[in-house]
Each structure stands twice: as structure tokens, then as C-alpha cells.
């Protein structure tokens, strides 16, 4: 059986909540990714942000990236999947919640993203094409 920790990418860059967007926004750009989770002070998971959070909600609100805690900028409630749940789980959590990409956590230690990508690399083209149907619906 596949698990989340099996299609993976691990070791996942973050940002802490007490640095800034402009931090985030160039941890992104130097590892080329579109989404970054946020960890608080106690390394445990407290959301994602995402390239677009950044371009909505600090600049195209005039606010100072520089100024503008990273932590401020997290959802409500970060969606995540446990290392050692299946890819069938991986899925169901990505098509339910609309997203691209998913923390992997092991306890409440973040140890992984698991992207679209990192599907489309693993599992099987159908599965594959059945996830990115149910993420481009309502768009």
C-alpha cells in the first residue's frame, strides 16, 4: 500500500510565524515553490501560505512585506495528511479541500509536501487526471 510519505517530497522548506511575507516570498523564490507552510516558535504546523496569499493580502492591500508578519497571513485551519495515511487518502483530502499541494506530518512534525506533481510522478495517469478533474472543478 502507498502511503503519503511514499509520494512525498520530504523535507519540506517553511517559514516561522514571528518572520515576515517578504521572508516567505523569498524562501519561494529561491526554492521556486508557490506555497510554503507556517510554523510557529514550537516547529508545529499552523498553516500554509501561498504566493498568492502574499500578492491579495500584503501588497495588493499596500501593505510593507518587510512589516508584515508571516504568521498573520496562515488559514484558519491548515489542511494536512498523516505520513503513513494511504495515497487514496492523499487524494480524497486534496479533491475535498481544493487544494494543490498538502503538508505531511508525522505526529505534529512537519516531515513533507505532497504537490500535484509528486502525484502525477507516482501514481497512475487515471488517478492522476481524476484528482486535477476534481481540483479544476467550480473554476
Known sequence: MTTARDVMSPGAEYVKTDQTAADAARIMTRTGLGALPI??????????????????KVLGQGRDP???????????EAVTIGAD????EVLATMSRHKVRRLPVIDGNRLVGMVAVADVARTLPNATTGE?????SADY
Open 39 to 56: 510554523c510557529g516558535k514550537d516547529d508545529k504546523l499552523k498553516g500554509v501560505v501561498t504566493d498568492r496569499d502574499i500578492v491579495v
Open 66 to 76: 518587510g512589516a508584515f508578519p508571516a504568521g498573520d497571513l496562515n488559514q484558519r
Open 85 to 88: 495515511d494511504t495515497t487514496d
Open 131 to 135: 484528482l486535477v478533474e476534481a481540483l
